[in-house]
Structures are given as C-alpha cells and as structure tokens.
C-alpha cells in the first residue's frame, strides 16, 4: 500500500494521504469499539472485520513514510534529517 500511497502524496498532497491514514485507523478502533460493546446483537467475530479499514489509509507504513517525506521535505540540511 506505500506505494500507491506515496504516488497520491506526490501527486496531490501529503495532507490528503495523512488524512486518509488518520480516517482508516479511527475506523479500524471504532469497529472495534462498537462490536465489543454489543456483544449480543453483532458478532465478536466481526472484529475481524476492523483491520480491513486500515486499508482506506495504507496502514503503519503509510503513515510512518509520510512522516519522513515531510520532515525530507521541511529541514533543507543532511545533518537536521
């Protein structure tokens, strides 16, 4: 997922990528949230379903290389990297 991630980041903006990653991962722990806390009328089984909203947003590995194409990007010296 990094790398069509990384392709929408260049393309239009990290914000939009940024905001994405941030949407999917709330999801993923509201699914969550909301299955456990009615166990009787949903599932449990249906937790599984939660990791599947992180695709909406590329995951760890979206959001940890945004992060480090944005601080590539705001320090201009070698060593500030």
Same mark, same amino acid.
């Given at each position: 997922? #990094? %790398?069509?991630?990384? *392709?929408?980041?260049?393309? *239009?903006?990290?914000? &939009?990528?940024?905001? +994405?990653?941030? &949407? @999917?991962?709330?999801?993923? *722990?509201?699914?969550?949230?909301?299955?456990?806390?009615?166990? @009787? /009328? =949903?599932? =449990? #089984?249906?937790?599984?379903?939660?990791?599947?909203? #992180? %695709? +909406?947003? @590329?995951?760890?590995?979206? +959001? %940890?290389?945004?992060?480090?194409?944005? /601080?590539?990007?705001?320090?201009?010296?070698? +060593?500030?990297?």
């Amino acid at each position: 997922m #990094t %790398l069509p991630f990384s *392709y929408v980041s260049d393309r *239009y903006d990290r914000r &939009l990528v940024l905001s +994405l990653n941030s &949407l @999917g991962i709330a999801l993923m *722990y509201s699914w969550m949230v909301f299955t456990a806390r009615l166990p @009787g /009328v =949903i599932p =449990i #089984t249906t937790m599984l379903v939660g990791p599947f909203f #992180t %695709l +909406l947003g @590329g995951g760890d590995c979206v +959001l %940890l290389s945004t992060v480090a194409a944005v /601080v590539t990007e705001i320090s201009s010296d070698q +060593l500030q990297r």
